[in-house]
Structure formats: structure tokens, C-alpha cells
């Protein structure tokens, strides 16, 4: 049966330590990254986008942020895949 199934999506939600978080802009507003959403890809590559909350506060809107180019964050998503896929192959059923 798995050859017949269509998976369209695969994605974790990973918090970002402190020591790695990061501000972006956008619309006029500063937000503080504290999470990454990581998709992996049909061709098996994995995306990123980071998400936060206005430095000013308030709710804000969901709005994404590219994950910047750096060696730890890169380890920080390759280390959450990882324990995601360990995590996926030790699942047991629905509860």
C-alpha cells in the first residue's frame, strides 16, 4: 500500500534557541525569529522559513521570514530533521 500513498507534505516546527535567535522588518515592524518551520521537499532537500513576534509586542500577523545564511542555524535545522525522522519512524499509531 505505501507505493499507492501521496505524502504532500512533511514539516516540523522547531524553536530556536535564544543564543541563535534573530530580528528582522517587515512592514515597518521588528520581529524576534523563534521558530523555524522546516519542509522536506519531494525531492528530498529541505526549506526554512522562521517565524516570530513584533519586538514591540502584540499578536502580529503569521508572517514569514527567510532563515538567514549561517553554518549553526543550517546544523539547527539538519539536527531537527534528523530527530524528526526518528521521531516519525518510532510512531505508535493513532492514539
Do not use: C
Not at 18 to 47: C, I, S
Not at 58 to 82: H, I
Amino acid at each position: 500500500m505505501s507505493g499507492d500513498l501521496e505524502v504532500s507534505a512533511l514539516a516540523v516546527n522547531i524553536t530556536i534557541p535564544e543564543a541563535l535567535r534573530w530580528t528582522d522588518t517587515r512592514r515597518g515592524a521588528t520581529f524576534q525569529l523563534t521558530t523555524l518551520n522546516v519542509r522536506l521537499l519531494p525531492d528530498g532537500h529541505l526549506a526554512a522559513k522562521a517565524y516570530g513576534r513584533p519586538v514591540e509586542g502584540g499578536r502580529g500577523a503569521y508572517v514569514s521570514f527567510p532563515v538567514p545564511d549561517r553554518p549553526e542555524l543550517a546544523a539547527l535545522v539538519a539536527a531537527a530533521a534528523g530527530r524528526a525522522g526518528e521521531m516519525w519512524a518510532g510512531h505508535r499509531g493513532l492514539g
